[in-house]
């Protein structure tokens, strides 16, 4: 069965008992950062993924939604084949969890009840991941689009641009002020460039942090162009 291996250490646990408390348990632990004892993390899972089939409207998510994503064959475009490993790889690198989680631990098995509960098809497909890997200039879209795209995409973390008022975390730069050191940082790399790159790989291929990558599911070139534009890059 998929998810089996973590299934093992669940039965050993919750034998004979009711699962919605564990559930209950598992919904509060999605929303709360405190999920990961790092002192310095403030993403929740709910910062990043929806529980609902679709994301709140005006709400553009780095992850998939987590509706149905229990019983998916593979996680993570086909990169991770055990559902554990596939939130433990979120839970280390974006919300800087010390260990991963273990199948045995009580966070672990209310999270994957919670899962569970969220996922009524047990048919659910693998959904696709598509990484940019090389780094291309996008055409400009719309600085009014963009103003969207900034507010449903980058504000809960990035606050208020020019200001970085209301912002998640004081480590999330103030957008876009932050692309004047570039030319020191990056000489001859037109800053646009190391923008997309940003948001295209998160703190992947060596970029370092701990943002998000944007998938071309998550973000399409079309926003990120009209995101850009209102960034006046
Ligand atoms: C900072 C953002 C961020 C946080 C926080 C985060 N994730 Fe993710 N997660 C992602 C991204 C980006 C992906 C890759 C795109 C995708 O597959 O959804 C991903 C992928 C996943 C997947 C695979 C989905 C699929 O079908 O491919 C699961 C499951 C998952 N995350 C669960 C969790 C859980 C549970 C938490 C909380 C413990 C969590 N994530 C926290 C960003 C995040
Ligand atoms: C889940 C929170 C989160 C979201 C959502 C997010 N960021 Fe970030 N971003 C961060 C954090 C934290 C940093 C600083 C650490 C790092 O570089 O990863 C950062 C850094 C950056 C940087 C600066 C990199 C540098 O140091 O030069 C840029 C540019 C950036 N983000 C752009 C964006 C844009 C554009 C969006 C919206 C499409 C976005 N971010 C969405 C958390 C986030």
Known sequence: MRGALWLVGLLAVGCGESTEPAADFGEALFQDARLSESQYNRFSCATCHAPTPTP????????????????????????????????????????????????????SRA??????????DPQAPALPFTVVKDIREVPRGTGS?????????CQDCHGEPHTGKGRLTER????????????????????????????RHGQFFGVGGNMPPYSLEALSDEDLGALLAFLEL
């Open 111 to 120: 999270l994957y009840e919670y899962l569970v509960r969220i996922s009524p």
């Open 56 to 107: 709140p409207a005006g709400r553009v998510l780095a992850g998939h939604t987590l509706h149905n994503a229990a019983f998916r064959p593979s996680w993570w475009g086909g990169y991770e084949t055990q559902l554990l490993d596939a939130v433990n790889f979120c839970y280390v690198h974006f919300m800087r969890g010390v260990s991963p989680l273990t199948p045995e631990e009580p966070k």
């Open 145 to 153: 689009r963009g103003a969207e795209v900034y507010r449903a995409a």
């Open 172 to 199: 999330a730069s103030v957008l876009p002020e932050v692309v004047r050191d570039y030319d020191t940082l990056f000489p001859g790399v037109p800053k646009s460039l190391v923008v997309i790159e940003k948001v």
